[in-house]
């Protein structure tokens, strides 16, 4: 026994511990700390997307696409009417801009006379067809009546020969039947020569007409043709959508293919780039939600509708060499089309062009 017990038994009080140890906790503040400290773990995996918290694909790499069309007129000249404004929305067959159609009314009144032209000259050529075919006929005739006059004439040649050995004809009218049978033989050659001829002018106005026709239907296309540009004079929507910035003034001269505006449907979708290593994940028809930065961070559901043929280094104008050189392997990334369910309010507001955040729900 030392001199401090023996002080502390003296005056009667307990002795002090000889070391310190801090107050033993009960089992239920342990457990609280490890559900603690076990939510806290839970909380970083899945904020980096760590197994057994990873249940997609996620990529920041994604942009809003949509039909943007570009307005453009085909035929020259002054502009006569500007009829939308900057991002109007405008309906399939509205009229967007007018050109001044003064020349071209005056070409379609042109290629309309020279159609009517041609189509009186084919006329024309109907007609001397008909003369032509009359004559034949007339010609038919006339040799059917040589032919006849000839059978007289060998008849008449015939008598005549019989009646001049018994002396009942003089001589000089045996020559006259003589040259009546030579005469008829001349007609009915001459008669057969005419028909020839007749026959050949109808061939004559044949191929002729086979010309009229042609340059009739070169009349009628160009008619057409400037019928055409005659409608291009008035340039209307291309489908239901918005305008961008009109670029176009009134009395402003353009030529076509002039760019003088946008014209976005309502259309949109989404090509989200994902890694290479992304890919094996994703199929078609999976439920994607997207977040759009533009909208404050809202939300909107979707689906995979299609993936790319190919990476984007397979569509680049310039398309990198990895045959020459150090190699040094980087992740390629593929497109992945996002449709955006329907029946969504915000889908509205989306706009070509935006960046979103999607996130594929990929099987597990």
């Given at each position: 026994m030392n001199a401090a017990t023996a002080t502390a038994d003296a005056e009667g009080t307990p002795p002090p511990p000889a070391t310190w140890h801090p107050a033993r906790r009960g089992p239920l503040v342990v457990a609280l700390l490890l559900l603690?400290?076990?939510?806290?773990?839970?909380?970083v995996l899945y904020a980096?997307?760590?197994p057994p918290f990873r249940s997609g694909?996620?990529?920041?790499?994604?942009?809003?696409?949509?039909?943007?069309?570009?307005?453009?007129?085909?035929?020259?000249?002054?502009?006569?009417?500007?009829?939308?404004?900057?991002?109007?929305?405008?309906?399939?067959?509205?009229?967007?801009?007018?050109v001044d159609d003064a020349i071209y009314r005056a070409r379609v009144a042109q290629a309309q006379a020279n159609l009517d032209a041609q189509e009186a000259a084919l006329a024309n050529s109907r007609q001397a067809h008909a003369a032509r075919t009359a004559d034949v006929?007339?010609?038919?005739?006339?040799?059917?009546?040589?032919?006849?006059?000839?059978?007289k004439a060998r008849a008449d040649m015939r008598r005549a020969e019989d009646l001049v050995k018994d002396g009942s004809?003089?001589?000089?009218?045996?020559?006259?039947?003589?040259?009546?049978?030579?005469?008829?033989?001349?007609?009915?050659?001459?008669?057969?020569?005419?028909?020839n001829v007749a026959q050949e002018n109808v061939r004559t106005v044949d191929v002729g007409r086979g010309g009229l026709v042609a340059q009739v239907e070169a009349a009628r296309a160009a008619l057409r043709l400037a019928q055409i540009d005659?409608?291009?004079?008035?340039?209307r929507a291309p489908d239901d959508g918005q305008v961008g910035e009109i670029g176009v003034r009134l009395g402003q001269f353009v030529t076509n293919g002039t760019q003088l505006f946008s014209l976005v449907p309502n259309d949109h979708w989404i090509i989200a780039n994902y890694k290479e290593d992304q890919i094996s994940r994703i199929a078609i028809g999976q439920p994607v939600n997207i977040r759009v930065d533009a909208l404050g961070g809202a939300r909107l559901t979707g689906h995979v509708a299609l993936l790319a043929p190919g990476t984007g280094s397979e569509f680049a104008v310039l398309k990198p060499d990895n045959a020459t050189g150090n190699f040094v392997k980087v992740p390629q990334r593929i497109g992945v089309l996002i449709q955006v369910d329907a029946g969504q309010a915000l889908a509205a507001r989306l706009r070509p062009g935006m960046s979103v955040e999607t996130h594929v729900e990929t099987l597990r």
């Open positions: 603690a400290a076990l939510l806290a773990a839970c909380a980096w997307q760590l694909e996620v990529t920041d790499n994604a942009y809003v696409r949509g039909r943007t069309t570009v307005i453009a007129p085909q035929v020259s000249g002054y502009v006569s009417a500007v009829l939308v404004r900057d991002y109007q929305q405008v309906r399939k067959g509205q009229v967007l801009v007018q006929s007339a010609q038919a005739a006339g040799l059917g009546s040589a032919q006849a006059q000839l059978q004809i003089s001589r000089r009218e045996y020559d006259q039947t003589l040259a009546a049978l030579k005469a008829a033989t001349a007609g009915v050659e001459q008669s057969r020569a005419a028909g005659l409608e291009h004079t008035v340039i």
